[in-house]
């Protein structure tokens, strides 16, 4: 594997590859590696003849700064996961690199509604910081396949949008399936920092999503809503929110649509740890 931190460096080498006929996977990570990464590598891998990780935490989608701060760094470990999952180029920047001219000097770009609700309102500013540095790796990569994780629904979707935005017309977005625990919590590099006691409750959030999806027939959503908050309370959660929505717009639904795409979504915190998770049915 081939490892860059220079932009300049990198779209030089992609370049050259790219004229030799090679076909551009991209997987873009924030490192502290698990096997929900190392699933979208194992896809890039199947479909593209050169694969190419990004690891950056990047500032600007962080409107916690204790998140950002606290935010688990395994850079060796991660190295040679990629390896061993045979992926051929890791991009692993440094802050000054990826916002040469500051922070607010890097194309913001406008989401709409989709900034507004769930994880936008939750998080300000998180989708602008998120579309800001997707945006420019796309640049700098170029890829022909984006692959990202099902585990960050809205974040499919607002990239979804940003690369229509960008015009990338040729660019194919991958959305793979949430890699879960036994339990069935989503894996995440956030669960390492949770205890034992907080991990063995997080199981929860997905005993929940299948709750949510098993009643489509038989219950009110708010009912089913209600239980579900009522569960998460007792195990030790704040509840951000436990949502139904229109699956293809992430409308939010007051109760089950029949015949329609829908998605749960759950967002909770133990401790200091904020989980995320959704169900698609
Ligand atoms: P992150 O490092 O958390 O920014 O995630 C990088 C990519 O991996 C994003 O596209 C995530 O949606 C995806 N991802 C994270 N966790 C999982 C998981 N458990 N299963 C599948 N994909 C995941």
Redesign the pocket.
């Known amino acids: 594997m081939v490892i860059f931190k220079y932009a300049v460096e990198l779209n030089k080498y992609i370049s050259a590859r790219r004229a030799n006929g090679a076909q551009i996977g991209f997987?873009?990570?924030?490192?502290?590696l698990?096997e929900?990464?190392i699933?979208?590598i194992g896809k890039a891998k199947a479909d593209n003849t050169l694969v190419i990780c990004s690891i950056f935490v990047n500032p600007t989608q962080f409107d916690d700064k204790s998140d950002f701060e606290k935010y688990p760094v395994t850079t060796e470990d991660d190295i040679e996961q990629l390896i061993d999952a045979g992926c051929d180029v890791l991009f692993i920047p440094s802050v000054d690199e990826m916002y040469p001219g500051g922070v607010s000097s890097v194309r913001g770009y406008d989401f709409g509604y989709l900034e507004q609700l769930l994880e936008g309102l939750q998080r300000p500013g998180h989708f602008h910081g998120v579309g800001q540095i997707v945006g420019r790796l796309l640049e700098i990569v170029e890829p022909q396949f984006l692959?990202?994780?099902?585990?960050?629904y809205q974040?499919?979707m607002v990239i979804t949008k940003l690369v229509a935005m960008m015009g990338l017309y040729e660019l194919k977005v991958v959305i793979?399936?949430?890699?879960?625990e036994p339990d069935g919590l989503?894996?995440?590099?956030r669960n390492r920092r949770l205890t034992e006691t907080q991990r063995a409750r997080a199981g929860v959030i997905y005993q929940c999503l299948v709750s949510i999806e098993s009643k489509r027939d038989t219950s009110d959503f708010s009912v089913v809503q209600k239980e579900c908050m009522e569960l998460l309370v007792a195990k030790g959660f704040v509840v951000d929110y436990v949502a139904l929505a229109h699956a293809r717009t992430l409308q939010p639904a007051g109760n089950y649509l029949k015949g329609e795409p829908m998605v749960a979504l759950i967002a909770a915190r133990i401790g200091e740890i904020r989980l995320i998770d959704n169900m698609v049915f």
Not at 27 to 32: D, L, N, Q, R
Not at 147 to 152: A, E, P, S, V
Not at 176 to 180: A, E, G, K, L, S
């Open positions: 997987v873009p990570t924030m490192g502290a698990h929900g990464h699933s979208l692959y990202l994780g099902q585990k960050d974040q499919c793979c399936p949430t890699v879960r989503a894996m995440s590099s």
